[in-house]
T-cell receptor, first 112, second 116 residues
């Protein structure tokens, strides 16, 4: 079946540090891959996505590249801000009306 | 543009009681989802509606959970009777009907349920 594995948190960084949150997946077929973010007290929001191998999704300084050979979709940001503190979820969805499958989430805490 | 509305925001009940959650999706969104997010886990899909028909309810515990989407707009999720393990945040999401690669989900803020 389809599944997503994320690195456990919390990830604690100082402002302007480099961020990597690892995500690997298992899926049949050719899934689309997503990163969602959940800020404190808010609903999940789509951060970025990639729909095929070697695609790079990017938004708000965050990037992730769809690596089919390593079945990975790691999230990166060159310089984090305090406002990036949130829980980040990696997810995948296969073709048709297949459901979105989420990882367990990684909490990021950025201190000034 | 108004987002996905959910109520109530919080609910505390005792086990074996009943509870209902309400969701109003973004206007014009044909697809509506209910997710269960247990603390420390990722959201898990309970049920997906396309207009007022069920597309996927494979992970809905049908002996105690039920959901409906009358008229293909807002939706209600009910738990009867509740168990301790039902304590979670219940998320509603909606999307326009489109190809799977382009369909973007919009989530509500969720209802946090505590079963004592």
């Amino acid at each position: 079946g389809n599944s997503v594995t994320q690195m456990e948190g919390p990830v604690t960084l100082s402002e302007e540090a480099f961020l990597t949150i690892n995500c690997t997946y298992t899926a049949t077929g050719y899934p689309s891959l997503f990163w969602y973010v959940q800020y404190p007290g808010e609903g999940l929001q789509l951060l970025l996505k990639a729909t095929k191998a070697d695609d790079k999704g990017s938004n708000k300084g965050f990037e992730a590249t769809y690596r089919k050979e390593t079945t990975s979709f790691h999230l990166e940001k060159g310089s984090v801000q305090v406002s990036d503190s949130a829980v980040y979820f990696c997810a995948l969805r296969n073709t048709g009306f297949q459901k979105l499958v989420f990882g367990t989430g990684t909490r990021l805490l950025v201190s000034p | 543009e108004a987002g996905v509305a959910q109520s109530p925001r919080y609910k505390i009940i005792e086990k074996r009681q009943s509870v209902a959650f309400w969701c109003n999706p973004i206007s014009g969104h044909a697809t509506l989802y209910w997710y269960q997010q247990i603390l420390g886990q990722g959201p898990k899909l309970l049920i997906q509606f396309q207009n007022n028909g069920v597309v996927d309810d494979s992970q809905l515990p049908k002996d105690r959970f039920s959901a409906e989407r009358l008229k293909g707009v807002d939706s209600t999720l009910k738990i009867q009777p509740a168990k301790l393990e039902d304590s979670a945040v219940y998320l509603c999401a909606s999307s326009q009907t489109a190809s799977h690669t382009e369909r973007k989900l919009f989530f509500g803020s969720g209802t946090q349920l505590s079963v004592l």
